[in-house]
């Protein structure tokens, strides 16, 4: 792959931009006026869609359905309430993936891959090739339904992650 050098830098992500120095924000991550959302401001507050995953299962499922689709079309992401998982797991997925996030740059970029439909994605945009505008955020993507089919290619370290 052939990258201009100040790309290819930030292809290695938000974390290695910061730990090597940046002072402000590059303007590959910054939107152009007229292509930012709205936000919507309570107060000061963004007023986060919220989805309540029980209601999927019930009656309400259609209604619900509308709502998860128009967070996911106006916002990108909502908050879910009612989905069974425990603080402690919740807490301790935390925690892992800060860890993971903290490893050296160079075991992290072992997961980088241009393929979207890889098992494990390491990056900072979902396509780096073709985005115009990296989005402010590293991620960590792992296929996980069925677990054994893909467990075995999740990262080693922290162990715990698996």
């Given at each position: 792959m052939s990258l201009q050098p100040q790309q290819h830098m930030y292809q290695r992500g938000v974390k290695h931009l910061c730990d090597n120095g940046l002072t402000q924000v590059p303007n590959k991550y910054i939107l152009p006026e007229p292509e930012r959302p709205g936000i919507l401001v309570d107060d000061g507050c963004i007023n986060l869609?919220?989805?309540?995953?029980?209601?999927?299962?019930?009656?309400?499922?259609?209604?619900?359905?509308?709502?998860?689709?128009?967070?996911?079309?106006?916002?990108?992401?909502?908050?879910?309430?009612?989905?069974?998982?425990?603080?402690?797991?919740?807490?301790?997925?935390?925690?892992?993936?800060?860890?993971?996030?903290?490893?050296?740059?160079?075991?992290?970029?072992?997961?980088?891959?241009?393929?979207?439909?890889?098992?494990?994605?390491?990056?900072?945009?979902?396509?780096?090739?073709n985005d115009k505008v990296f989005c402010w955020r590293d991620f960590l993507k792992l296929s996980c339904h069925p677990k054994p089919d893909f467990s075995s290619f999740w990262p080693s370290s922290p162990l715990d992650l698996r």
């Amino acid at each position: 792959m052939s990258l201009q050098p100040q790309q290819h830098m930030y292809q290695r992500g938000v974390k290695h931009l910061c730990d090597n120095g940046l002072t402000q924000v590059p303007n590959k991550y910054i939107l152009p006026e007229p292509e930012r959302p709205g936000i919507l401001v309570d107060d000061g507050c963004i007023n986060l869609p919220i989805i309540d995953f029980a209601q999927l299962q019930g009656a309400e499922r259609p209604r619900v359905l509308a709502s998860l689709s128009k967070a996911c079309q106006e916002f990108g992401f909502f908050q879910l309430i009612n989905h069974g998982i425990g603080d402690e797991v919740t807490r301790k997925m935390i925690d892992v993936s800060k860890r993971f996030f903290e490893l050296p740059f160079e075991e992290r970029q072992r997961y980088m891959s241009s393929d979207l439909q890889a098992p494990v994605r390491y990056g900072t945009s979902f396509n780096q090739n073709n985005d115009k505008v990296f989005c402010w955020r590293d991620f960590l993507k792992l296929s996980c339904h069925p677990k054994p089919d893909f467990s075995s290619f999740w990262p080693s370290s922290p162990l715990d992650l698996r």
